[in-house]
């Protein structure tokens, strides 16, 4: 079907002023996403996955400015013994990260890959994004993987010593930058993957993550906490059998962040969690769209989603669980949930349950509300004063999508990472 002429319109502005990378081996992935791209036209405020969340800034040809923000703190993850891969404004920094060398997994950057014979992600790059365009469109992403500049290909082979940590530096205020990170989790192998830091001025993130059979995953970011910045970020994974794949995002601040996250479990037995936490206070626009599908026997999947919102901030939240014919003894289930402090604050909502199977558990579940009035004056009339007993009781509201981390350093991290930005908060 044809664009109107409003999207065909702004889809060509976008692109008019961009180049596709010559990356000889995707090449034809590049261009193949471009083709999609085309064909369905950037996202538009009438289109049904967008109608919570205004594209604009997300697509207009030239970033908005944003300014850097530096708290004096130092970054999530700081304190952990990771191997550390850097970028600034989207560039891969050699000097700032270490050495790309650890037992149980290689690693690659995007534009080396085409330098190595036979390369794993020759023919994988854009094939994960290309199947999560159906059944729905998701334009970013194919924005993404056509003109994505840098990134990583990451093969876990074992189970390394330690967690593998992207971040994102953000140096120039009108940074407009594409990541593309390919994964690729072998039979019975494990692995942690870290992303933080805010990235630039607009940030447009893909993962693409195949976890093989026996196989494990787990992924936490922290957003980084520049009030100014826009992200959009597009996560795209297919578990095999009794293979398992978690992921917790944290967003504190940030004017406008859209968290995509496309998983289809394709193996029997196999596990997938999908969990946020989002702070947000005044300009704050942030939105979770999560769509799973169930493909085969004996899967389970989780979606737990929190937001605590104030002074007009806005969180959204879409999740879909699919479940196909033949999916039998399906245990999918989703909540999310919001407090909000404050008249003005606003939690939009739309869970989705699709299901050709009959034998199957599936639920969904949405609360919206101020805090608990009783529990506060619970706390108070125990001497605890009123910022005080808020902030307890937000980090307890919290809590059930932060347990979703398994690593229990991890999860403690996290929630400093809550506590700090309620401290923020408070001025």
């Not at 044809?2 to 692109?15: N, P, Q, V, Y």
């Not at 020759?122 to 729905?136: M, R, S």
């Not at 994974?237 to 406008?256: D, M, P, Q």
Request: charged share 25%; aromatic share 8%; glycine share 8%.
């Amino acid at each position: 079907m044809a664009l109107d002429d409003t999207k065909h319109s702004a889809t060509e502005a976008r692109l008019a002023s961009m180049v596709v990378p010559d990356v000889g081996c995707t090449s034809e992935a590049r261009q193949e996403a471009l083709a999609r791209l085309r064909s369905m036209g950037l996202p538009h405020r009438r289109d049904e996955y967008w109608k919570f969340t205004r594209p604009d800034t997300l697509v207009q040809p030239e970033p908005p400015q944003a300014a850097l923000f530096d708290d004096g703190e130092a970054p999530v993850f700081d304190s952990f013994d990771r191997l550390k891969i850097v970028f600034v404004d989207g560039l891969f920094a050699p000097e700032l990260s270490d050495d790309l060398t650890l037992e149980g997994v290689v690693i690659d950057r995007l534009e080396d890959v085409c330098c190595s014979t036979e390369h794993w992600a020759e023919d994988f790059y854009g094939t994960l994004e290309a199947a999560g365009q159906v059944p729905v469109d998701r334009p970013l992403a194919a924005l993404n993987t056509a003109y994505a500049g840098d990134g990583v290909t990451i093969r876990v082979t074992g189970r390394p010593s330690k967690p593998i940590n992207l971040i994102y530096t953000h140096e120039a205020t009108a940074s407009d930058v594409f990541l593309h990170h390919v994964v690729r989790v072998e039979e019975g192998a494990c692995a942690t993957i870290l992303e933080n830091g805010p990235a630039a001025a607009r940030f447009n993130n893909c993962m693409e993550v195949d976890v093989a059979d026996g196989g494990t995953l787990h992924v936490v970011r922290a957003q980084g906490r520049d009030h100014e910045r826009r992200a959009v970020t597009n996560l795209f994974a297919r578990l095999g059998r009794e293979s398992v794949f978690k992921c917790f995002t944290l967003t504190a601040n940030g004017v406008l962040t859209r968290n995509e996250c496309v998983v289809t479990l394709t193996g029997d037995d196999a596990v997938a969690h999908v969990a946020g936490a989002a702070m947000g206070d005044g300009d704050f626009h942030q939105d979770d769209t999560v769509f799973i599908t169930h493909d085969a026997e004996r899967c389970e999947s989780r979606q737990v989603f929190k937001k605590v919102l104030s002074n007009g901030a806005v969180g959204v939240f879409q999740g879909k669980i699919l479940v196909k014919a033949g999916a039998q003894k399906t245990d999918g289930y989703q909540i999310s949930q919001s407090m909000l402090l404050d008249g003005d604050s606003e939690f939009l909502v739309k869970p989705e349950l699709e299901i050709y199977a009959d034998d199957v558990a599936c639920s969904h579940g949405s609360t919206s509300g101020a805090i608990d009035e009783d529990a506060l004056y619970y706390l108070r009339a125990r001497g605890l004063p009123k910022d005080i007993a808020t902030d307890l009781l937000t980090l307890a509201f919290v809590a059930e999508a932060v347990e979703e981390i398994e690593d229990d350093a991890l999860r403690e991290e996290i929630n400093g990472q809550l506590a700090t930005w309620l401290d923020w908060r408070k001025g």
